[in-house]
Nanobody, 123 residues
Framework: QVQLVESGGGLVQAGGSLRLSCAASGRTFSSYAMGWFRQAPGKEREFVALISRSGSMTYYADSVKGRFTISRDNAKNTVYLQMNSLRPEDTALYYC????????????????WGQGTQVTVSS
């Protein structure tokens, strides 16, 4: 079992930055690839970014490529999402998730989810 707790969300103006964190419980954090997803009201949950178990490989949705950076610290059981040049369309509830598989970009491929942290970008 892995429990995930996100933090770092908030209200920011367009063009600003936020850094999300996701703390994981358990001693097997490095066994899981980690992903970030987001869900805006009335929309489906969408993939944002993922990082491999070791952190050597990352992958991003086209909509955030060049603006967001995912990273992890396995010693701290934490994954991060640095979000720069934020836009109003980035407003959503952001979730982190853990998967036993190496690369998954769909929600169904993930085993554990956090409760989410709200990001609101004002224009």
């Amino acid at each position: 079992q892995v429990q995930l707790v996100e933090s770092g969300g908030g209200l920011v103006q367009a063009g600003g930055s936020l850094r999300l964190s996701c703390a994981a419980s358990g001693r097997t954090f490095s066994s899981y690839a980690m992903g970030w997803f987001r869900q805006a009201p009335g929309k489906e949950r969408e993939f944002v970014a993922l990082i491999s178990r070791s952190g050597s490989m990352t992958y991003y949705a086209d909509s955030v490529k060049g603006r967001f950076t995912i990273s992890r610290d396995n010693a701290k059981n934490t994954v991060y999402l640095q979000m720069n040049s934020l836009r109003p369309e980035d407003t959503a509830l952001y979730y982190c998730a853990a998967t036993r598989f190496s690369v998954r970009t769909t929600p169904g491929g993930y085993d554990y989810w956090g409760q989410g942290t709200q990001v609101t970008v004002s224009s």
